[in-house]
């Protein structure tokens, strides 16, 4: 089944999440590998999300030079890093464990009293990392937002202008766990500065919502549109029932 518009998007469907997370943390791992044979280091963008922490966790028991590896974020809330909502909590207790623990973070939360002086730190930070990044993973929300690209979101509009040149943005307030909440997401072109994007997605909600996106054009209310119809990169969409 293909259910996807596009000469540069692939769609695979399993019977299940665990398959699926099996297949993805293989590809990765391969991925990952090849290129620090290729040039001595690898990137990798991590997402947030319900369905990965069991994927985190197997790609951390990998044989990989994880020292030779940079990781960031495709997306965080601005809350403290050690705050259970936070993305930098989930991947530093997930996929920055056992062999993965060598791995170099640029997270996007920092220290800052202020949403821009972090912009400002993981900003460099991550234009610092070499590019393209080897692998993007993604989720996709029911609302067709990614990373924290939220449709018509304060912000949104200006993180999908890819002539800027700026990697990470401010999104919001919108809503959240908390109530009005912001978000730190990498911009439409840092996503795009990558060797080729994954997107993991679950249920029949999702998927609907992803037919839908595949025939949209217009990234300001879906978002998930500007990835799925470029042509800088290779877009594979992962899709799993849930149980």
């Known amino acids: 089944m293909n259910v996807l518009t596009g000469d540069n998007t692939r769609f695979q469907e399993f019977s299940s999440i665990q398959e699926m997370i099996k297949f993805i943390s293989a590809q990765t791992a391969s991925i990952l590998s090849a290129a620090i044979k290729a040039r001595g280091s690898a990137s990798y963008v991590a997402a947030g999300g319900s369905t990965v922490p069991p994927l985190f966790e197997a790609l951390s028991n990998s044989d990989i030079d994880w020292e030779k590896v940079n990781i960031t974020l495709s997306d965080d809330r601005w809350v403290k890093p050690s705050d259970p909502t936070s993305n930098h909590f989930l991947v530093t207790n997930t996929l920055l464990q056992n062999k993965a623990s060598r791995a170099n973070f640029a997270p996007l939360l920092r220290h800052c009293e202020m949403p821009e002086q972090a912009i400002t730190l993981s900003d460099a930070a991550i234009h610092a990392i070499a590019k393209p990044f080897d692998v993007t993973l993604l989720g996709m929300g029911a609302d067709m937002h990614v990373a924290s690209l939220i449709p018509n979101a304060p912000g949104t509009?200006?993180?999908l202008d890819t002539s800027r040149p700026a990697m990470v943005c401010k999104i919001?307030?919108?809503?959240?766990?908390?109530?009005?909440?912001i978000r730190l997401s990498l911009t439409l072109r840092a996503i795009l500065e990558s060797k080729v994007i994954f997107i993991m997605i679950t249920g029949d909600e999702k998927l609907?919502?992803?037919k839908k996106a595949s025939l949209l054009k217009d990234p300001t209310s879906s978002p998930v549109s500007a990835i799925l119809h470029q042509t800088k990169c290779p877009v594979y969409v992962y899709?799993?029932?849930k149980p």
């Open 157 to 159: 509009g200006r993180a």
């Open 172 to 181: 919001g307030p919108v809503d959240g766990p908390n109530g009005a909440e």
């Open 208 to 210: 609907k919502s992803l």
């Open 239 to 241: 899709w799993a029932p």
